[in-house]
């Protein structure tokens, strides 16, 4: 089992930063991935990035894209998502997720993790 708490959300102007954190516990030497999703009131949950736990191999939405960076400390079994040039559409919810090996790979897809944190709300006033 794989335990993750986020925290680090808060409210934020637009144009501001934000640093997200995800703790893992547990049976953390399972992990293979850890994705951020988040989801906006009204809509579906998205993938907003991941990053591999040995090679830290890092992909992204395309909405973030040049404006979030993911990273991860393997020795205190942290991953960071670290949000900068805020916008209101970065509105939501957002949570740490897990992969273990052999869950797939089309990464963007929230099926394929097993574990997830309790979300933290990250609001960006206009």
């Keep these: 089992?794989?335990?993750?708490?986020?925290?680090?959300?808060?409210?934020v102007q637009t144009?501001?930063?934000?640093?997200?954190?995800?703790?893992?516990?547990?049976?953390?030497?399972?992990?293979y991935s850890m994705a951020w999703f988040r989801q906006a009131p009204g809509k579906e949950r998205e993938f907003v990035s991941v990053i591999t736990w040995n090679a830290g191999s890092t992909y992204y939405a395309d909405s973030v894209k040049g404006r979030f960076t993911i990273s991860r400390d393997t020795a205190k079994n942290l991953v960071y998502l670290q949000m900068n040039s805020l916008e209101p559409e970065d509105t939501a919810v957002y949570y740490c997720a897990a992969a273990t090996p052999g869950s797939g790979r089309d990464y963007w897809m929230e099926d394929?993790?097993?574990?997830?944190?309790?979300?933290?709300?990250?609001?960006?006033?206009?």
């Design 1 to 11: 089992q794989v335990q993750l708490v986020e925290s680090g959300g808060g409210l």
């Design 15 to 31: 144009g501001g930063s934000l640093r997200l954190s995800c703790t893992a516990s547990g049976r953390t030497f399972t992990i």
């Design 112 to 126: 394929r993790y097993g574990y997830w944190g309790q979300g933290t709300q990250v609001t960006v006033s206009s």
